[in-house]
């Protein structure tokens, strides 16, 4: 399993609500994107601060998503280059399911 972690900072913070339409306009791209399992939507309207975390299946199916293209629609939207990093997703705790989950290569 791979996580990807996208942080950005706005150029101007906007409040917990605004974001929220923001995120909720984008959903649509992200329902059924092939490999991702779960994304989280997070901001900090502090210091207008994002991070999104993805969770999928392989390596590839994260950059197959995170194209030129792609980036590109993100700094048009959000008015920032995002900074996208993937991960080897070892092992997660799932307390809502009391589930442990390691992860082989």
């Not at 900072?9 to 609500?17: C, E, I, N």
């Not at 900074?83 to 442990?100: A, C, G, K, S």
């Amino acid at each position: 399993m791979i996580t990807t972690i996208v942080e950005y900072k706005l150029p101007s913070a906007l409040t917990r609500g605004e974001i929220l339409e923001k995120f909720k306009a984008a959903q649509e791209k992200f329902i059924h994107t092939k490999g991702l399992l779960k994304k989280y939507f997070c901001y900090n309207s502090s210091d207008a601060t994002g991070t999104s975390v993805y969770l999928w299946e392989s390596l590839s199916c994260a950059e197959a998503f995170f194209t030129s293209e792609m980036l590109h629609a993100f700094e048009k939207t959000f008015g920032c280059r995002p900074e996208v990093r993937h991960v080897d997703t070892l092992m997660t705790i799932d307390n809502v399911t009391d589930e442990v989950s390691v992860f082989h290569a």
